[in-house]
């Protein structure tokens, strides 16, 4: 009796591409009830993890050469013809659709000898499938022109993001604790110092004072005394 088989992809590589349609290799085998592979073969296919590949932004100075390139990586013999068509979106960068007018352009590139100031905006290139007309690439480039003389507006150099904001604030918190700390700590010293001082200055004045007493009387026990041996020295018969 024989067992019955089917043909199953065992192993597949990555897609050659994040965005847009790519390529991976598929090991294909025949497969039975009991799991035993034969027939082996590696079979290179086409793949789409994500057809929509964002917004790239560029900062340009008039005159400046400048390409824009959505074509879709060879696969061989893989896949059918492709359309492109481009859209622009003028002085301004964005990804809402309303914004975009078409543009004469069926080819993958859109070049620029030597750029203008007026053609800032943004610029998006779709792909299409020629047999299913199915989007397999979309992607917008944002271009700002700057002219010479003029400072050099980049946001992504100049701009401090939030995170950045938040490591200056704490480093600002934290080295306003140190000096609140070397203040205190120095006031406490001083403080501490004084203190000291003043204890040591308290108990040498009472020293002095109990031993200013001590004299004293040392001195007034003494002086009856002296009387009396005077006086028993003058009874004494001749």
Known sequence: METASAQAVVETTECSVTCGVGSKTEKRCLVDRSGIQKDCELIRVEC??????????????????????CQIPSTGTLGGPRHYYWKYAAGII?????????????????????????ASGTYRCDVQNEVDLKIVKRIYYGVRIITPGIIDINYNKYLISKQKLASMAKELTNQDSEEKFELYGGIYTYVAIGSAVGILTGILVLVLIRWNLSSRRGAVNL?????????CSADVPA
């Open 48 to 69: 789409l993890s994500n057809w929509l590949c964002g917004l790239e932004a560029y900062t340009l100075r008039v005159g400046d050469y400048f390409t824009m390139d």
């Open 94 to 118: 964005t990804i809402n659709d309303i914004y975009f007018r078409p543009v004469k352009n069926k080819n993958s590139t859109t070049v620029f000898e030597s750029i203008e100031e007026k």
């Open 223 to 231: 002086s009856p005394t002296t009387t009396t041996v005077e006086k």
